[in-house]
């Protein structure tokens, strides 16, 4: 079947350190996957996506690698800021089909 | 034009009351979805229109009650929720099947609360 993965939070870093949070997924096909970023009181928004193994996507300092060998697309960030405190989940597609991971809170502080 | 826009953004309704949800995209997306979302937890997938039509129903209990008027609109009816019922609805859009690669437009949603 499909799913997704997700590194368990809550993550609390220090503004400008380094963020990964884990996702890998099990999926049949060829599937899309995908970042999205939910801030209080709002919905979903897609930060990023990759369609394709080897693709790398990226926005807004974020980036993820899409890895087949390790069905892996770990998201990731040089240098967090306050305002990136946010839930952010993993997902993937596979036809019109849409699987979500946990999601993973995160908390930046000054 | 990239938005989903939900109404109302908040809701607050008792057990023995009737209310709708309204969803609005002006993409030209043939998919669009309802969700329900409790806090710290993903989007639960309820239902999904594809075309205008209904194809995909979660198991939803009869009291929602979804509706697609048409390739813009989305409805969701409400009627004698419990108050387990509260919680974050959202509306999604996607492009549809045999559209391209699909990925899911999120509107804000309406936080609902069932008394």
């Known amino acids: 079947g499909n799913s997704v993965t997700q590194m368990e939070g809550p993550v609390t870093l220090s503004e400008e350190a380094f963020l990964t949070i884990n996702c890998t997924y099990t999926a049949t096909g060829y599937p899309s996957l995908f970042w999205y970023v939910q801030y209080p009181g709002e919905g979903l928004q897609l930060l990023l996506k990759a369609t394709k193994a080897d693709d790398k996507g990226s926005n807004k300092g974020f980036e993820a690698t899409y890895r087949k060998e390790t069905t892996s697309f770990h998201l990731e960030k040089g240098s967090v800021q306050v305002s990136d405190s946010a839930v952010y989940f993993c997902a993937l597609v596979t036809g019109n089909q849409f699987y979500f991971g946990t999601g993973t809170s995160l908390t930046v502080i000054p | 034009d990239t938005e989903v826009t939900q109404t109302p953004k908040h809701l607050v309704m008792g057990m023995t009351n009737k209310k709708s949800l309204k969803c609005e995209q002006h993409?030209?997306?043939?998919?669009m979805y309802w969700y329900k979302q409790k806090a710290k937890k993903p989007p639960e997938l309820m239902f999904v229109?594809?075309?205008?039509?209904?194809?995909i129903n979660e198991s939803v209990p009869s009291r929602f009650s979804p509706e697609c008027p048409n390739s813009s609109l989305l409805n969701l009816h409400l009627h004698a929720l419990q108050p387990e019922d509260s919680a974050l609805y959202l509306c999604a859009s996607s492009q549809g099947p045999g559209q391209g690669p699909e990925k899911l437009f999120f509107g804000s949603g309406t936080q609902l609360s069932v008394l």
């Open positions: 993409m030209g997306h043939r998919a």
């Open positions: 229109y594809s075309y205008e039509k209904l194809s």
